[in-house]
């Protein structure tokens, strides 16, 4: 089948105030196995935030995107998704670098499809979801600093990304714009066979998996850092606040490291004394 018809989602500007964010709770969830970039063949692979990490500097976004369907040039691409979702606008451009590729473009999602994630697999001409796999439709989401001019054009910007959401599901799916907004409002995790019977999916594909190597990758510190950022995200902290606090608690783990005892020194971030902080501030 072809999707060529699939709306272009364009024309938002992004105020200088605005911070993308992922879903707390999805990103506490693929924060415990994050997973690495795999090579396949005519494979793009998505398996971490959208847009930029601040922990890797990198993250995916459109700029990869891009590159990535260069090289590969008007051939058949698959596209493994194993995301927690992020920017919304580097969510958009990837779905329109997909829905204006020549050939055939599959996506497979390999573990989560969440926020911006679901955004992208809808680019494509065939969604295949494997087992136990997940993907989450919800409200534009993302945070305003400012004043009240900010959080206006915010407000604004967010009803509009929201309708152009729904004119993207809409489209792809076939599902009825007040079904789709409801699922939206209520922050929805869909199945396998959930997606599939509303039209978010095409086949259900249980010899799909993630190959076992790729699995964490080594990345002991990196994995540590999203697992502590992920129980500030559930605490309410912003994006920029939890950025600043783990590289505090960083550079305070660096000053130590002249200390004579070898457990201090090389501790880093205490994970278990930063959530023992956080459940005390929540009480």
Known sequence: MSLRTLPELSGFTKPNAYQWDAPSDVLASWAEAPMASGSLENTIAIFDVIGEDPWTGEGFTAKRARAALRAIG??????????????????????????????????????????????????????????????????AWGAVVGN??????????????????????????????????RLMDEETFLSPEDAKKLGFADVVDNGLSIPEANVHDGKASLIAKRRTEAALAKAGYTRQQRTELISAMESSAALRDASRHPAARDAGINEASVRELIEMMKA
């Open 148 to 181: 009240r001019h900010d959080f206006k054009a915010g407000m604004e910007l967010f009803e509009k990304f929201d309708a152009g959401i729904v004119d993207i599901y809409e489209a792809r799916t076939g599902a009825d714009r007040a079904d789709i907004v």
């Open 74 to 139: 008007d051939e058949d691409v698959t596209v493994q998704i194993n995301s927690p979702g992020g920017d919304l606008f580097e969510g958009t451009a990837i779905y329109n670098l997909l829905r204006e590729h020549p050939a055939k473009v599959t996506v497979e999602v390999v573990g989560w499809a969440a926020s911006a994630g679901s955004i992208i697999a809808m680019g494509s001409d065939e969604i295949r979801m494997g087992p136990g796999t997940k993907m989450m439709v919800h409200n």
